[in-house]
């Protein structure tokens, strides 16, 4: 995302929790990081973890599977 961050951290991502989805990521082009949302509630997710360039994450639904945020932001 680029241009609907603040979009997807206030509308979407509390939607997607509520929908009982386990984990979000969402990829934030201009500030180069990677925001995982686990842990889902009613009301939005309780973790927030935000890995930056030279970090690396790992999907709940695949653990073994690791990806380079460098990766993911070009």
Known sequence: ???????????K???CAAAGIA??????LVA????????PAPRGYRQV?????GGRVSPVAFPDLTVEVADLLG
């Open 49 to 53: 973890h935000h890995v930056a360039l």
């Open 23 to 28: 984990e979000v990521w969402i990829v934030d």
């Open 32 to 39: 180069a990081v990677i925001e995982v949302a686990v842990d």
């Open 13 to 15: 991502r509390p939607l």
């Open 1 to 11: 995302a680029d241009s609907t961050v603040r979009w997807d951290r206030t509308v």
